[in-house]
């Protein structure tokens, strides 16, 4: 079966500080990887997918995460956060085929003005 | 293109009664999925339906719950006598097919008192 581990739960940070959210999975096939964000009050949003290709991937809002499939790692960066980046954040695997999708546990972000 | 749209927003029912839980999906969107989010954990997989259909329900409860997503109409998850540790978030997801990514409502947040 397979599984997703965030390492931080909750994280605080300055506007202006680099982000970077660890995401590890556990699944020895092919994997398709995702982060979700969760605004207060709102429904998930995606943030980034990876699929196949290019293992740095650049999603909305200036993010982006790199697949390494040797550490089977999918970490979310940032270089600057906001404000407005306050949420909680969703590191997402499936292992192809429909979207049953395993979601790690979340990391609460906020930042500080 | 509306999004998925989930009703109610917030339901509160006593312990005992029945829950409905309703999801339309987007507009072409024929694959459902059903996630439970409990107090502070990640979102888990509960069913994947296809119209008419329930394709994988591994993560659904195997008392008192149920889905289904009919011919005509919303995707409706059951939960029937109700208890305390049935409160929760549960978050309704479509997709267009089966490989592509899924698009989440906003959520029914269900409070058991």
């Known amino acids: 079966a397979q599984s997703v581990s965030q390492h931080n739960h909750h994280v605080i940070l300055s506007e202006a500080a680099s982000l970077e959210l660890g995401c590890n999975y556990s699944y020895g096939g092919t994997v398709n990887l995702f982060w979700y964000v969760q605004y207060p009050g709102q429904h998930l949003q995606l943030l980034l997918k990876?699929?196949?290709?290019?293992?740095l991937v650049k999603g909305i809002k200036g993010f982006e995460a790199e697949f390494i499939k040797s550490k089977f790692s999918f970490n979310l960066r940032k270089p600057s956060v906001q404000w407005s980046d306050t949420a909680e954040y969703f590191c997402a695997v499936n292992s192809g085929g429909y979207q049953k999708v395993t979601f790690g546990t979340g990391t609460k972000l906020q930042v500080i003005p | 293109n509306a999004g998925v749209m989930q009703n109610p927003r917030h339901l509160v029912r006593r312990r005992g009664q029945e829950a409905r839980l309703r999801c339309s999906p987007m507009k072409g969107h024929s694959h459902v999925y059903w996630y439970r989010q409990l107090p502070e954990e990640g979102l888990k997989f509960m069913v994947y339906l296809q119209k008419e259909n329930i394709i994988d329900e591994s993560g659904m409860p195997k008392e008192r719950f149920s889905a289904e997503f009919p011919k005509e109409g919303p995707s409706i998850l059951r939960i029937q006598q109700v208890v305390r540790g049935d409160s929760a978030a549960y978050f309704c997801a479509s997709s267009p097919q089966v490989n592509t990514e899924a698009f989440f409502g906003q959520g029914t947040r269900l409070t058991v008192v």
């Open positions: 990876y699929f196949s290709g290019d293992p």
